[in-house]
């Protein structure tokens, strides 16, 4: 109410109560602090606390609430030193503002200006409502007191949600400043879980702009291969490998992996790598430029991802540098007759276009090898296959490029034999003679001469079962020489001459010529030892019903005439072992199946200890 009114209202109350004191009833006095506003009283707020809007005479403070408000604050109305609440500046529990931030608080929306408060949701100071009872506030609107004029345009500080001009650091929207809380749209580095965050975001938060380590936390797995090259001039992936960069896991979003080079001959665009969402890993592309740092043809990248960091280096060719041979592996080799080994050939740098190395077998007779192996664009190796021949020898590989050579040393064992010991090497189970015209050929493919004295020669028929029924045990002084053969043959054989046998097992057995099988072992061997026994040196069985061969049977029947001979290569035919280039190889190949190493011969090739070594 106006001034005026107040004035006249001091001489009535005195009036009424020298009126009052005139009667015949008791005096009544005022009770501050029983809630009731009485006679004399301004206020009574149901206590006698000095410290808020009725103090304990029940008189309302007589300080302006032009500028903050009336609350129970110093300044404005709460708990707080300017602002609702339990902050210093707003409402809430901050030092400043309330809420768990430092300068705002509160849930509330929109904040600052005459819009709505901190406090029970309403509008504030102004043309608005307060956040208090519902009474006046400054000018003509209602205020948070008790009823008294509130002045001024001032913020209240009450319990409700209005408006706060300053900042909110709570988890209301549309906040203008930073904001720690976990609201959305902020325009500043939000460390909540916020969306539209335009910088980095530590938190869970979607559409950030920058690298988001939220709760998926990536880490560098590997960055290589090292020792790649680029090529002066030319801007791409590395050969002949690509240098990649790798994640322990697949990216939860676009990752920007830092990579740094030592050299400015060679530079990463941006000197950063791009992981897209989902993607593990991702290629480096490199810009190279020998001009940039004469110095130097060698770079170290380092990749860099938080506190990950790995290294690799990448060497720069000059645009039209020549490459040339540097290895030629494997540098030794030792194999068999017919045996295939594979080589690499391998240049000191990647070339720029396709490059011819030209080869060669010294001597020629070794075995066979492509004429020419081509190393491709920006690789460093090719590979190819060589081939021993039939025929054993020392020599070596060579490889030529641009005037210079490197060779690898070749060794093929004579006759492709692979085995250590003395074969069976030729068996006529039958011959021009008749069903008796029988021998068992031995053939040694080692170095060394071999004492044969004691060993046994055994026979079985094909599908005997009680072992080996033929014994027969070679005589004292039967000595088999390196490279050499020794020829046993039946009472009946019918050889003589340069093709007489050197020892005889008379009649003690007589093999089948439709199938059998025929043994040589040492000397403690006993018909009932079985076929894997150690005391077995080598074992034949031939025909199609013969059960206990070495492997595979050897599976049809020689002619009468002919014979099953041991072959000197794994690739050895009929032809080349009867008129081509094995004939002379002797038969030193074993690999334990007979049908695979043994050829049927049209006619036999008996040989004694006077024929000549092979090979």
């Known amino acids: 109410m106006p001034w005026s009114y107040r004035q006249m209202l001091a001489p009535l109350s005195a009036l009424l109560l020298l009126m009052s004191a ?67 500046e707003d409402a809430g529990t901050g030092e400043e503002d309330a809420g768990t931030g430092e300068e705002d608080a509160g849930t509330g929306e929109e904040d600052a200006g005459t819009t709505e408060d901190g406090g029970s949701g309403e509008p504030d100071s102004g043309t608005a409502e307060d956040g208090g009872s519902g009474e006046p506030d400054a000018g003509s609107e209602e205020d948070g007191g008790s009823g008294e004029p509130d002045s001024g345009t001032d913020l209240d500080g009450g319990p409700g949600p209005d408006l706060d001009a300053g900042t909110d650091a709570g988890t209301g929207e549309d906040d203008a400043g930073t904001d ?37 936390q990536v880490s560098l ?34 990752v920007w992996v830092e990579v740094a080079s030592s050299s400015a001959v060679l530079n990463v665009q941006g000197g950063l790598v791009r992981i897209a969402p989902g993607e593990r890993s991702a290629t480096v592309q490199v810009t190279a430029n020998l001009a940039a740092d004469p110095e130097t043809d060698k770079a170290t990248l380092t990749a860099t991802l938080g506190s990950d960091t790995r290294e690799a280096t990448v060497r720069v060719l000059a645009e039209d540098q020549a490459a040339e041979l540097s290895t030629l592996s494997p540098e030794v080799i030792s194999v068999s007759a017919g045996q295939t080994q594979g080589f690499t050939v391998e240049l000191d740098v990647p070339p720029a276009q396709d490059t ?44 030529a490029l641009n005037g210079s050579s490197i060779a690898a040393a070749v060794q093929v064992s004579g006759g492709g034999s692979s085995t250590g010991h003395v074969v069976i090497s030729e068996i006529a189970p039958q011959g021009p003679g008749g069903a008796g015209d029988e021998f ?28 080996y029924t033929g014994n027969y045990s070679l005589p004292d002084g039967s000595i088999i020489a390196p490279r050499g053969y ?38 403690e061997l006993e018909g009932s030892d079985p076929i894997d026994s150690v005391l077995v040196v080598d074992t034949v069985g031939y025909g199609s019903t013969a059960n206990q061969p070495e492997g595979n049977r050897i599976p049809a029947s020689a002619p009468a005439a002919g014979s099953f001979e041991r072959k000197a290569s794994a690739t050895s035919t009929v032809e080349s072992m009867t008129t081509g280039a094995d004939a002379l190889l002797g038969n030193g190949h074993d690999s334990d199946d007979n049908a695979a190493d043994f050829i049927i011969r049209p006619t036999r090739q008996p040989q004694n200890t006077s024929s000549a070594a092979e090979p």
Not at 185 to 201: H, K, L, N, S, V
Not at 231 to 246: D, K, Q
């Open 356 to 399: 011819v190395i030209q080869l060669a077998l010294e001597p020629a007779s070794l075995g066979t090898v492509p004429a020419t192996v081509t190393v491709t664009a920006n690789s460093l190796s090719a590979k190819f296959d060589f081939t021993a021949g039939s025929e054993g020898g020392e020599g070596q590989l060579v490889a």
């Open 22 to 88: 005139c009667g015949d009833d008791p005096e009544v006095r005022p009770v501050c602090g029983n809630g009731v506003v009485e006679a004399g009283e301004t206020c009574d707020d149901g206590n006698r606390n000095n410290d808020d809007t009725c103090d304990n005479s029940c008189r309302r403070p007589t300080t302006d609430d032009a500028g903050t408000d009336a609350g129970t604050g110093e300044e404005d109305a709460g708990t707080g030193e300017e602002d609702a609440g339990t902050g210093e």
């Open 221 to 254: 797995d590997s960055f290589g291969p090292t020792g790649t090259f680029a090529r002066s001039g030319t801007t791409g992936a590395t050969f002949p490998e690509a240098l990649t960069v790798r994640l322990r896991e697949d990216a939860p979003a676009e």
């Open 180 to 216: 720690a809380g976990t609201g959305e749209d902020d325009a500043g580095t939000d460390a909540g879980t916020g969306e539209d965050d335009a910088g980095t975001d530590a938190g869970t938060g979607e559409d950030d702009a920058g690298t988001d380590a939220g709760t998926v």
């Open 440 to 467: 068992v050929e031995l053939y040694n493919p080692t170095s060394s001469p071999v004492d044969l004295s004691g060993w046994k020669l055994q026979y079985k028929s094909a599908t005997g079962t009680s072992g």
């Open 486 to 523: 020794f020829l046993v043959g039946a009472g009946a054989y019918s050889g003589s001459g340069a093709t007489g046998r050197d020892v005889s097992w008379g009649t003690i057995f007589a093999m089948g010529a439709a199938g059998g099988h025929v043994r040589i072992g040492y000397p």
